[in-house]
């Protein structure tokens, strides 16, 4: 039995993977390198975060998105520069090679419980046995498409988080709705694609990020920079994920859910701007299939109705935890996370009310804040969650392992 298996091999998979290794924890890890990016989100974007602040994290601390580009040759700057998806892969890529090479490309399809541990079944038939299961599988499995949508059959309609390249839309009408980041990027990628593309927003108006620029020092001190963005509340999200903790349920999920909203990136303005019809303080009321297309009924805010038709509807309209939700948890397990508004409750430890389950990525936002939504937060997850699993490794009574038989030795593959 292993004493730990890391379920997904993104920022925050991968940086836990680098700390246990570094304090001799004896883990494996699951999944595919950066895969959530390679395949949920359009080729060519940029992120949204600033370069300083999309590093993943390994215990010297030197292995940094600018150190891989420096000795890439790739244009990189801490701020002002966006970086590109296929440098952030490439990079995370890299940082797996070189800190994680145990990873397996292998795909969790059950975790149930085993006596004192678990016991992970993978889509290759195989599985492993642990003591501690860590889920660090992102948000891909929780994507929201609005109700009024959800009957469309798959051929109509899609969510953002199904498509990278975008290209099977070219000269196809496709309604994108949502005014949020994903929303512009998808509208950008499909315009790249030579679809025709028109937005619906329920918003008033699409506010996009205004580039930082020059900074001044009273600039700094009214608003002091962090990798969530300017602004003392931000200050406050990332150096106190443990104060956030200790705040009331209802605090922690209002802040969650409101700070730091939906605006797109400065740098995809241009893209749509101008290029895009956006149709905003907008909902889709009903939708229905017809002439091999779709039909969409909008309601604006004053009530009015109108309808629109297109090939397809993307629904870039984002993603909502709910552990009920994550396909590869055995019910029995799910039962017994306690959890709030669908995000798990956990620890101080990242730990589920589940002993040994623990969760870390976006959906431990709500127990530690903002900054756990995006790769930043890895930081501040790996080194706490690996001291605590070191330390709990080494407090246990060594034990003289009983040799594997031949049967286990094939199940463990
Ligand atoms: C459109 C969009 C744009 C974003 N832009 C930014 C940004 O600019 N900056 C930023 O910091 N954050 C951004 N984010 C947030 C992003 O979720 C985090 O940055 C980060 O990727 C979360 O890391 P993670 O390791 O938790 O999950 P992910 O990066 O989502 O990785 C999940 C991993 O789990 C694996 N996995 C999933 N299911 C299984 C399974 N059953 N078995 C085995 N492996 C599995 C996947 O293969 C993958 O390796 C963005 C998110 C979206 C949706």
């Known amino acids: 039995m292993t004493d730990c298996l890391i379920i997904g091999a993104g920022p925050y998979g991968l940086s836990l993977a680098a700390h246990l290794s570094a304090l001799n924890v004896d883990f494996r890890i699951a ?41 890439e040759g790739i244009p990189y700057a801490h701020t002002g520069v966006p970086v ?6 490439a990079y995370g890529q890299a940082f797996q090679r070189q800190f994680v090479p145990s990873l397996e490309a292998r795909t969790a399809v059950l975790v149930t419980r085993q006596g ?18 860590v889920s660090a599988v992102g948000v891909e499995r929780y994507a929201q498409v609005p109700a009024p949508l959800q009957a469309l059959p798959a051929a109509l309609c899609s969510h953002s988080s199904q498509h990278s390249s975008f ?20 509208a950008a990628a499909l315009r790249r694609q030579g679809a025709r593309v ?50 009331p349920d209802e605090f922690r999920t209002k802040v969650v ?27 889709v009321v009903a939708a229905e299939a017809k002439d091999g297309g779709t039909q969409l009924t909008l309601r604006t ?3 009015a109705t109108s309808t629109l038709v297109a090939d397809h509807v993307v629904c870039a309209t984002g993603f909502k935890i709910a552990m009920d939700r994550t396909p590869f948890l055995d019910r029995e397990l799910v039962a017994a996370i306690a959890h709030v508004d669908g995000a798990p409750k956990l620890s101080r430890n990242f730990e589920t009310t589940v002993r040994g389950l623990h969760v870390i990525g976006p959906a431990a936002a709500n127990s530690f804040g903002p900054m756990l939504r995006f790769a930043a937060g890895a930081g501040f997850a790996s080194r ?25 030795r094939v199940v463990d593959a």
């Open 31 to 71: 999944g595919t390198p950066m895969g959530a990016w390679v395949s949920t989100m359009p080729d060519g974007m940029c992120l949204k975060s600033e370069g300083f602040a999309s590093s993943l994290f390994e215990p010297s601390g030197t292995f940094t998105l600018g150190a891989f580009c420096a000795s």
């Open 84 to 89: 590109q998806k296929a440098t952030f892969v």
């Open 116 to 133: 004192n541990g678990f016991t992970t079944r993978f889509a290759d038939g195989g599985s492993i046995t642990s003591r501690r299961v």
């Open 167 to 186: 290209a099977e839309f070219a000269g196809q009408a496709v309604v994108v709705i949502g005014g949020g980041s994903s929303a512009m990027d998808a």
């Open 198 to 247: 028109t937005v619906v927003a329920r918003r008033s108006t699409v506010r996009f990020q205004t580039p930082l620029g020059q900074r001044s020092l009273r600039d700094k001190i009214r608003a002091p920079m962090t990798v969530l963005g300017p602004g003392w509340k931000s200050v406050l999200c990332t150096r106190a994920p443990l104060l956030f903790h200790y705040m």
């Open 257 to 283: 859910t409101r700070y730091l909203g939906p605006a797109p990136a400065w740098f995809v303005r241009d893209q749509v701007e101008g290029h895009i019809p956006i149709i905003t303080d907008t909902t």
């Open 301 to 303: 805010h004053d009530g």
């Open 384 to 408: 706490r969650l690996s001291r605590h699993i070191a330390s709990a490794q080494a407090s246990r009574p060594r034990r003289r392992h009983a040799p594997v038989s031949a049967e286990a």
